[in-house]
């Protein structure tokens, strides 16, 4: 063989083996993270959970590392709260401190972090306290959007009554009836779903929806 070759597929297997080594001192190294199971190199704790139910996989993890424990896929790990002492305590008792959203890379890339969906700690509470207060403006958990729930509810009905039975996709209608109750609450009117200047505002939600 070639010694270059050789040289280079010893390096290879060295830096393979470097990256082996740090990946499992890395899962050893948890600090202050709860219990779990030891990962694996590079896969992490991927197959010690059943993809195919995690839901049953993380039940028996948690009655044998407790309510709160510590799971690796790959570089990233995450803290899973099992039961509802656990989740009420994170959530409720301590919310502030849990109110934080994972990070979003491409949301952050598209609108650098602002908005009510992809924002985080205190620029979130302030976006958040400043649409309560508008929504309780325009009537928000007040009598007067329930009726106007109930109105749009109605048309819904009347709607869904002209196909008679016959098979049809109520994807589109259903998709109406909530921007419907919105225009009502802030534009004060109820489209009609066949309304062009409607249909056009529905026709931009939804292209915004497929936007990757």
Known sequence: MDPSVAIALGLLLCMSCLLLILSWRKGFGRGKLPPGP???PIIGNMLQVDLKNIPQSL???????????TLQFGAERAVVLYGYAAVKEALIDYGDKFADRGPTPLYNLLDDGMGIVTSNGET???IRRFSLMTLRNFGMGKRSIEERVQEVAKNLMEELKKTKGSPCDPT??????PCNVICSIIFQKCFEYKDQK???LMKLLNEKRQDP
């Open 38 to 40: 030891v990962p694996f």
């Open 59 to 69: 039940c028996k993890l948690g009655k044998q590392y407790g309510p709160v424990f």
């Open 172 to 177: 589109f209608i259903l998709g109406c009836a």
């Open 198 to 200: 409607f249909l056009y």
């Open 124 to 126: 979130w509470k302030q």
